[in-house]
């Protein structure tokens, strides 16, 4: 750092008598942090050209699946190792997510749908809607696009499961910027230009009221599904219209909706008998059945610590394990991590960052209190996890401990995941006991895992 020079008033940064100009393009190897000048180019890897990965890959997919990998701890608890699932929110991102392996999408987020630029103004529209009537006929308007997308992900999946989480962020985050909104109206009053300035006042006021002190814990998922049922009513017919639509097709649907950000049963008991009243209908109307599933994100404490309740409504849980860990630590993670967080590891306050690794003593111990809780009353309860966490080798390890069905993250961290869950199976397998001494029992317990590996691994190299 000491060898870059700036020039703030030509715009430039000399380092070792090299000079770069403002605008000038740069590459970055994101595994070594080397800066190179010029745009180097680029290719995306192809996993099925790694001969030697790919039967890596191969043996540790066998190695997960193997029955009573896991012991059952309790009634419905996995015997087989972890599955790997990927977050994707387009059909782009399912097709990579199963290249690189995934067998699930765990995580799709509607939102992002939502910011496509011909859809982003009938988004606003339907927000600044002063009546039900003119909101549903906005949302009409959004359906086939949500529906479009929908089919898209369960073509590319094909009879995999696919997780889709309804609407989460505040609805601010899809109108203008307040600030850059103001300085508009503000200019265009200065200069006298009267056309379109009452539009953009009445649009300045409507975002003004929806201003909220801490919008992250104010309105947005179930709360917002509450408030604005409508929206979610679309998103629900969407699904399983497309869903319809795909099996009608002969394309294998296992579509999963998730409602976010629950923090009590009655949250579920208020808004999923009408998302499924409307899934029911879209059936008969089509003269067709297939499964489907409807769960919840596990995010708030409250939620993990009430998880027996949650479980009578939820059929599956997916940890989202970035809020959780914000709202177990009361952290927020942004200011967090600018900070104080690398002074916190490095004086050795925290072991690690728990937005990168999970917190086993916190947040990981409200992970497998829910878990247990959860399928105390429903054995069958599928669980996941779908934060950041998803690709951490020692995330997914503990995942595999407390009885995760899967874990999901990025498409390009599958092929991390998937050899992480496989050393997590191989590390803590049940091992028959031996009768003897208990030195010897030792010995033969490593024994016997160091025969099961070498014996694993010589079948798959036949």
């Known amino acids: 750092a000491s060898a870059i020079k700036i020039n703030l008033e030509d715009r430039t940064m000399t380092v070792n008598g090299f000079t770069l100009n403002e605008g000038d393009w740069v590459s970055v190897d994101g595994t070594t942090g080397q800066v190179f000048a010029g745009k180097i180019p680029t290719s995306e890897p192809s996993l099925e050209e790694q001969k030697e990965l790919m039967t890596l890959l191969k043996w540790a997919d066998e190695i997960s699946a193997r029955k009573n990998i896991r012991a059952e701890v309790a009634p419905g608890f996995p015997t087989r190792g972890l599955q790997v699932w990927a977050n994707a929110d387009y059909p782009k991102d399912a097709r990579r997510a199963r290249a690189y392996g995934a067998v699930g999408i765990g995580l799709c987020r509607t939102e992002h749908m939502f910011f496509e630029p011909e859809r982003l103004p009938i988004v606003q529209r339907m927000i600044l809607a002063e009546t039900s009537e003119a909101r549903t006929e906005a949302l009409n308007l959004l359906l086939p696009h949500q529906r479009k997308d929908f089919d898209g992900l369960f073509e590319a999946m094909d009879g995999h499961p696919v997780i889709i989480r309804l609407i989460d962020p505040p609805l601010h985050e899809f109108m203008p910027d307040e600030e850059k909104l103001m300085e508009e109206v503000i200019t265009m009053r200065v200069k006298g230009e009267h056309e379109g300035l009452a539009e953009k006042e009445k649009l300045l006021e409507s975002i003004k009221g929806m201003h909220e002190s801490n919008p992250m814990m104010g309105l ?35 579509p999963e909706i998730m409602i976010p950000l629950t923090g009590t049963v009655k949250e ?41 309740h949650i479980a009578t409504q939820a059929q599956f849980f997916s940890f989202g394990t970035n809020d959780l860990t914000q709202m177990t630590f009361g952290y927020s993670r942004d200011d967090a991590e600018r900070n104080f967080l690398i002074t916190y590891v490095q004086e050795g306050i925290l072991v690690k960052n728990p937005f990168q690794t999970l917190d086993r003593n916190g947040v990981g111990k409200l992970m497998q209190r829910a878990i247990l809780e959860g399928r105390a009353t429903r054995p069958e309860l599928e669980v996941g996890i779908c934060g950041e966490h998803g690709g951490d080798p020692e995330s997914i390890e503990w995942c595999h401990i407390i009885g995760n069905n899967y874990v999901s993250c990025s498409p390009f961290r599958v092929p991390i995941a998937r050899l992480a869950a496989a050393h997590a199976a191989l590390k803590h397998q049940p091992v028959k006991k031996v009768a003897a001494k208990k030195p010897a029992a030792k010995k033969v317990a490593k024994k016997a895992v160091k025969k099961v590996v070498k014996k694993t691994f010589k079948k798959t190299k036949k």
């Open 268 to 308: 579920l008991e208020w808004i999923q008998p009408r998302l499924e009243r409307i899934g029911k209908a879209v059936m008969q109307e089509k003269r067709i059945k297939f499964s489907y599933k409807f769960g919840t994100m596990i995010e708030i404490p409250r939620a993990a610590v009430t998880a027996d």
């Open 220 to 254: 947005r998922g179930v709360r917002l599904s509450i408030s604005m049922p409508e929206i979610v009513e679309m998103q629900v017919r969407a699904i399983f219209e497309a869903a319809a639509d795909c099996t009608l097709r002969g394309i294998k649907v296992k």
